[in-house]
């Protein structure tokens, strides 16, 4: 079973841009969340897709928004970049019932310049 | 509130046991789990627990929980030069994920 992919893996922008970032999760899966990481902040929690619906937000600016797709592909957005939002993008992708297993990605790597 | 900490920097011998703890805050957390990165990658999931648990073995790995002083530890037996990354716990609610800064293992030969 492939694991839970990412797209781009690197991706450079510049202040004001904006980006688009794609996760595919484990097949069958329709759970995903985004963590942003940084070396300041850590890991932290963006929001949680399941079933084409935003289940659960973390505290983050309304610049940082996402979807989910039927075929439960997700992306999120990040408008306006500002160089804080350098950052590794990680994905996770989590089962249904009693699965509590969380998968995650390789992550994006975004450097704002 | 959440928080979850950790201590940074752990070192030790090529064959020696590892030990790396965790404390959390939310005791209504469902599950505590124990993520592994290494340069470069993602999270690889290596174990977790049901908070109703007080341990649990999968190979080479050792999970303790203390419920009542919410504590966590993992234990690496054996630990291998390849065990050399960062070992995130988190605690959930639900599906969202609180983690600790890491702990850096140094495993030296």
């Known amino acids: 079973k492939a694991g839970v992919t990412q797209t781009p893996r690197y991706l450079i922008k510049t202040r004001g841009q904006q980006v688009t970032l794609s996760c595919s999760p484990i097949?069958?899966?329709?759970?995903v969340s985004w963590y942003q990481q940084t070396p300041g902040q850590g890991l932290q929690f963006l929001f949680e897709?399941?079933?084409?619906?935003?289940?659960n937000k973390g505290n983050f600016p309304g610049r940082f928004s996402g979807r989910q797709f039927s075929n439960s592909r997700s992306e999120m957005n990040v408008s306006t970049l500002e160089l804080g939002d350098s950052a590794l993008y990680l994905c996770?992708?989590?089962?249904?019932?009693?699965?509590?297993?969380?998968?995650f990605g390789p992550g994006t790597r975004l450097t704002v310049t | 509130g959440e928080d979850v900490e950790q201590s940074l920097f752990l070192s030790v011998r090529e064959g020696d046991s590892s030990v790396i703890n965790c404390t959390y805050t939310?005791?209504?957390?469902?599950?505590l789990y124990w993520y592994k990165q290494e340069p470069g990658a993602g999270l690889q999931l290596l174990t977790y627990?049901?908070?109703?648990?007080d341990m649990k073995q999968d190979q080479r790995l050792t999970v303790l929980l203390n419920k009542k002083d919410k504590h966590l530890s993992l234990r690496i037996a054996d630990t291998q030069t390849g065990d050399s990354a960062i070992y995130f716990c988190?605690?959930?609610?639900?599906?969202?994920?609180?983690f600790g800064k890491g702990t850096m293992l140094l495993v030296s030969p």
């Open positions: 996770a992708s989590k089962g249904t019932g009693s699965s509590y297993e969380q998968y």
């Open positions: 097949s069958g899966h329709r759970s």
């Open positions: 897709y399941f079933s084409e619906t935003q289940r």
């Open positions: 939310d005791s209504s957390s469902t599950y």
């Open positions: 627990i049901f908070s109703n648990m």
């Open positions: 988190a605690e959930s609610i639900w599906s969202t994920l609180t």
